[in-house]
């Protein structure tokens, strides 16, 4: 009974976290995102973002799939660059990191409410959004932090 009574109270403790909306591992929910103008200062993840993880997502058809859109010079090896949006050659030099991160996490905020380049840190809740995606984000909290890692290394 004693051992019944132990596992009651850590679950309650760990749900009374979760309500709170304390983030238990350290992660921004895509909810709590704090937009300051266009800029997102705070890091969605306690652990620095992979610029190797990140180069990988950034041409990654299912993740990504930046490259569909963008001109990028470091991948000059992979086919297929779209022309879109801008070519982020440098880009770096021309965003900083919170920038980056907005646009990243909701370009619809970040550049502009017209824009074709998708949300990929927002939920997904609209009607012609198919159901396995419905509710989710494109990319992870720690995902984003790894893009922004890699864009953060294109400078001019
Ligand atoms: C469906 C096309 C599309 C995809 C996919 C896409 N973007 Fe974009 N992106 C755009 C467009 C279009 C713009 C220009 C903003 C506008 O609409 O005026 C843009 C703008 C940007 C900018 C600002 C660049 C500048 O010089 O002003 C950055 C940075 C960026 N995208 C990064 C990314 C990254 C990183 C990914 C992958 C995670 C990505 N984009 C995926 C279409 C796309």
Redesign the pocket.
């Known amino acids: 009974m004693k051992h019944a009574k132990k596992i009651v109270t850590v679950c309650g403790a760990v749900v009374m976290a979760w309500s709170a909306g304390i983030a238990i591992a350290g992660v921004t929910k895509p909810g709590d995102v704090k937009f300051d103008d266009t800029k997102v200062t705070a890091p969605l993840t306690n652990e620095a973002g992979d610029a190797a993880k990140g180069k990988l997502?950034?041409s990654n058809r299912k993740k990504?799939?930046?490259l569909?859109?963008?001109v990028n010079k470091d991948l000059a090896d992979k086919p297929f660059h779209?022309e879109?949006?801008?070519p982020?050659d440098g880009?770096a030099s021309?965003?900083s990191a919170s920038e980056?991160r907005g646009?990243?996490i909701n370009?619809k905020v970040a550049?502009?409410d017209?824009?074709?380049?998708?949300g990929?840190y927002m939920v997904n809740t609209g009607a012609r959004v198919a159901k396995k995606f419905k509710g989710k984000t494109i990319?992870s909290a720690q995902q984003i932090e790894d893009?922004l890692a890699y864009?953060q290394t294109l400078k001019e």
């Open positions: 997502l950034f990504g799939n930046c569909a859109c963008h779209g879109i949006g801008p982020l880009v021309r965003y980056m646009i990243l370009a550049l502009s017209e824009t074709i380049m998708p990929f990319l893009i864009l």
